[in-house]
């Protein structure tokens, strides 16, 4: 008898590379596409890793708690780390990227996330592009959350190394990921003798072994649960149209944002600005008094399914994210989020309007 997802042919050479060329087309790029096998952080590590070393300067944004991680793997590479840090509540602006730039001519490598589905905001990628682009140095950006969920343009913005994972928007498995490498960071990392070989980590193995040998042989058995639900993902996006998944997207976090506001009960938008929160998830503020975990966990208890989660570490206590992505990014999960949050903070002594928050919900995201 045969098992679903056991007793798989092994991935041939030809559908691996296929599998690179669809990713490749998600992105509208022409640079050269690895496939990492592992969650997000891999390709993220092997990226500051091969790209940074000693005597190299790197501009750190932090809008989020992911720029946190890479400081440290920058400082681990002997790097020396200017940080750009903004509240998690908004964006950071090209021009405060420039200004940090000027400051510090000797910056050779950005690194920036584009959204942050942990604290819900997002950064204006293309401008910011443009100030790393004319100042040479080499551009970083962790495009986990954006993928799938907004425009992501890495060719068109500029980006050198862009990171994505399946598991957010894209609506596929945790356990893989994959970087678009420009030329200009091939012949960096390549002149980099800190860079990690014959390591997992090593993009430059990947290179040599695969993509320099005409893609013909693979260097190891591709996983391919992880590799079928990838092409599984990326087909389901190119069949519903990228640019419907993505309208998906918007319209739940416009829907969160107004269904919250008019929820009521002390509850607010996270991220100050709309023009600065992430499609891919809504981080709401909890009023005082409340704890932001206790009611995700009342919420919960109503629905185990719902995609609700409380902010990770400080932030438990007053965020709380509704992570409208991949599947959950329906009217559907929407209202039934904040309408579980709706009778959590009734439950909790605060005064809700559940069906106002359903009408704001109707009215910015009608169906048709
Ligand atoms: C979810 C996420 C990651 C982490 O991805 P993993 O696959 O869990 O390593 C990285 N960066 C951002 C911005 C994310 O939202």
Same mark, same amino acid.
């Given at each position: 008898?045969?098992?679903? &997802?056991?007793?798989?042919?092994?991935?041939?050479?030809?559908? &691996?590379?296929a599998i690179e060329r669809r990713v490749a087309r998600l992105l509208a790029t022409?640079?050269?596409?690895?496939?990492?096998?592992?969650?997000?952080?891999?390709?993220?590590?092997?990226?500051?890793?091969?790209?940074?070393?000693?005597?190299?300067?790197?501009?750190?944004?932090?809008? #989020?708690?992911? #720029?946190?991680?890479?400081?440290?793997?920058?400082?681990?590479?002997?790097?020396?780390?200017?940080?750009?840090?903004?509240? &998690?509540?908004?964006?950071?602006?090209?021009?405060?990227?420039?200004?940090?730039?000027?400051?510090?001519?000797?910056?050779?490598?950005?690194?920036?996330?584009?959204a942050?589905a942990?604290?819900?905001?997002?950064?204006?990628?293309?401008?910011?592009?443009?100030?790393?682009?004319?100042?040479?140095?080499?551009?970083?950006?962790?495009a986990v959350a954006s993928v799938g969920a907004e425009p992501l343009l890495?060719?068109?913005? #500029?980006?050198?190394?862009?990171?994505i994972g399946a598991q957010k928007a894209m609506g596929g498995p945790a356990?893989v990921?994959a970087?678009?490498?420009?030329?200009?960071?091939?012949?960096?990392?390549?002149?980099?003798?800190?860079?990690?070989?014959?390591?997992?980590?090593?993009?430059?193995?990947?290179?040599?072994?695969?993509?320099?040998?005409?893609?013909?042989?693979?260097?190891?058995?591709?996983?391919?649960?992880?590799m079928l639900g990838l092409e599984a993902c990326a087909a389901r996006i190119e069949d519903e149209g990228l640019e419907t998944v993505m309208a998906r997207h918007a319209s739940a976090a416009a829907a969160t944002?107004?269904?919250?506001?008019?929820?009521?009960?002390?509850?607010?938008?996270?991220?100050?600005?709309?023009?600065?929160?992430a499609p891919v998830s809504?981080?709401?503020?909890?009023?005082? #008094?409340?704890?932001?975990?206790?009611?995700?966990?009342?919420?919960?208890?109503?629905?185990?399914?719902?995609p609700?989660?409380?902010?990770?570490?400080?932030?438990?206590?007053?965020?709380?994210?509704?992570n409208h992505y991949g599947a959950d990014a329906t009217r559907g999960a929407v209202l039934?989020?904040?309408?579980?949050?709706?009778?959590?903070?009734?439950?909790?002594?605060?005064?809700?309007?559940?069906?106002?928050?359903?009408?704001?919900v109707?009215?910015t995201w009608p169906s048709r």
């Open positions: 008898m045969t098992h679903p &997802f056991l007793d798989l042919p092994p991935l041939t050479a030809d559908h &691996f590379a022409e640079q050269d596409v690895v496939i990492t096998q592992g969650e997000a952080l891999l390709p993220l590590e092997g990226c500051i890793r091969g790209g940074a070393r000693p005597g190299s300067t790197a501009l750190n944004v932090v809008t #989020g708690p992911y #720029g946190q991680t890479f400081g440290n793997w920058l400082r681990d590479c002997g790097a020396q780390v200017v940080d750009l840090a903004v509240p &998690f509540h908004t964006a950071v602006t090209a021009d405060q990227v420039a200004e940090a730039l000027a400051e510090h001519p000797e910056i050779d490598f950005v690194s920036l996330v584009h942050e942990a604290t819900g905001n997002t950064n204006p990628v293309a401008e910011i592009g443009e100030v790393v682009r004319a100042h040479g140095a080499l551009f970083m950006l962790d890495p060719d068109a913005w #500029g980006v050198d190394l862009c990171v356990g990921s970087v678009s490498v420009s030329a200009r960071a091939w012949e960096r990392i390549a002149a980099n003798p800190a860079a990690p070989r014959r390591s997992y980590l090593s993009l430059l193995d990947w290179k040599e072994r695969w993509i320099d040998g005409g893609r013909t042989a693979l260097p190891h058995a591709p996983a391919q649960l992880e944002r107004a269904g919250a506001v008019a929820l009521g009960g002390g509850l607010e938008p996270y991220v100050h600005e709309a023009r600065d929160a809504t981080t709401l503020r909890t009023p005082a #008094g409340t704890d932001a975990a206790a009611l995700v966990t009342a919420a919960l208890a109503a629905d185990p399914a719902l609700l989660v409380a902010g990770g570490g400080a932030l438990s206590k007053e965020m709380i994210r509704v039934s989020s904040l309408a579980a949050l709706g009778a959590a903070l009734t439950d909790a002594g605060r005064r809700v309007d559940i069906e106002a928050a359903r009408r704001a109707s009215e």
